[in-house]
């Protein structure tokens, strides 16, 4: 048993090569892929350890803490496989010597694998993608799962994962839909016939917009008429979401919602027009009478939508019945309906209450609604072709009443950048305000010392109430808000 050790001592331990005064030995090969594997168990459980239990509390976020921990698991492995060499007496100019002689022979075939590491390093230190990122390439979209030193894991959104080397990656151009965060625009593009009317698409559209549960109110929807089609009047809807990397999702309910309110508007997305209808009534009277019920059915015209929807009145046509735009012009009119949409409140239904956010201005279409200061006063009611919510707008502060419909009823809802193009472009609404302002007085009183408190009421209401009025106005058109 003896001379088996010390025979298989003798043949681990001959130089295998002779480099000058180092040689390469079985036992320094051995020894060096045992070091390599601990130190790569080490890296790895200490890269899970470092980026759950420690940077996670330190409140790094997901693809920093990844990128942090893989390049610290990779040189404390690299010190750690040095470190377990010496002491195990490993002679390291050995390995050295044979790493330079293979270099040589098989430089040209690590070139790959040098040029992933390189651009693996420089995406961990860039951060331009980091872990859980949410991209696009070539046609694939899906979020980050791994990035490591020679390739870049990225999970689909059907759960595939795909492996793209770091320089395959690196050298070409991938779409990052959360570089800074989640939230970002999304579009939808539809194309309607020509004879539909651009005004009423872009209606249908905006109010498809708001009626979607994912869309964030942060930006207003915006649509733009892009082309003149050959077949088609060419729109494209954009809306701003939370999250923009579930955007396959948040198109796919709008396009349900879409095509619902174009059919309400008896409006037809567009199709190429190559069918030819030949109708000749001749065949029909000439016809059998085994005969005559096919016939009549080829003769019968093709529906085009479906009695369940009726067909709502254009917030356009609502608007032009009021007094101050009944003088406005179809463009004129267009530009109104992009800064607002539609908001339909059933009898009893709050518009909002005392205490929200003063975040929109109404004008009442169709209907009526009401409020009070106290529970016990008299309501005060609202009918259409009157305006409210501009009270809490201009001053920036919470809803002081609740409003709530007397009956069905339509307003028109605009946002405060709306709410400044609106006044800006209909001087008869921006006087209108002004004199209605009366109507806010017992508001006031109730809210007297509060407001003063905020410093949004001074002696300049006392003197003068429909002055103060004018200012807060002009405050909105001020440059720096």
Sequence with gaps: MGSLFQTLNQVLNAPILNFGSASLT????????????????????FKRLFADQILSRLGFKQGTRESIATITSYGLGVMLGLLLLQMLGVNLASIAVLAGSLGIGIGFGLQD????????????VEQKLKVGDFVEWEGQAGYIAEISLRSTVIRTITQRHIIIPNSTLAGNQVTNWTYNDTKGWVSVIVSVAHESDPVV???????????????????????????????????????????????????????????????????????????????????VLQSSVDDYGDYA?????????????????????????????????????R?????????????????????????????????AVKYSLNGNDQPTIMRAGQFIGEFSLMLGIPRTVTVTALEDTTVFAISPDGFKKILQSQPRLYDMIVQEMGRHEAELVQQNRRLRELGLITQDYDKNPVAWVQKQLEKLFSPHT
């Excluded at 079985?26 to 790895?44: D, E, N, P």
């Excluded at 109110?217 to 999250?243: A, C, K």
């Design 26 to 45: 079985l036992s320094a090969i051995a020894q060096f892929m045992l070091v390599l594997l601990i130190a790569l168990l080490v890296a790895l459980a």
């Design 113 to 124: 694998l040098t040029r992933n590491f390189t651009s693996g390093i420089a995406m961990l």
């Design 201 to 283: 698409v872009i209606e249908a559209l905006l109010d498809s917009a708001y009626l979607e549960e994912t869309v964030s109110y942060e930006y207003p929807p915006e649509v733009y008429l892009t082309n003149f089609g050959q077949n088609s009047l060419d729109f494209i809807l954009w809306i701003w979401v939370d999250r923009v990397d579930l955007k396959h999702k948040t198109e796919s309910s709008l396009r349900f919602i879409i095509d619902q309110n174009l059919r309400q508007h008896r409006i037809r997305l567009a199709s190429p027009r190559y069918d030819l209808w030949h109708r000749n009534p001749n065949i």
């Design 297 to 333: 059915y080829v003769q019968q015209a093709v529906p085009t939508f479906s009695d369940t929807y009726p067909k709502p009145v254009a917030v356009r046509d609502l608007l032009r019945q009021l007094p101050y735009f009944a003088e406005c012009n179809t463009l004129e009119l």
């Design 335 to 367: 530009k109104l309906v992009e800064i607002g949409y539609r908001r339909r409140l059933e009898m009893g239904e709050v518009l909002y209450k005392a205490g929200d956010p003063g975040d929109a201005f109404y004008i009442i279409l169709l209907g």
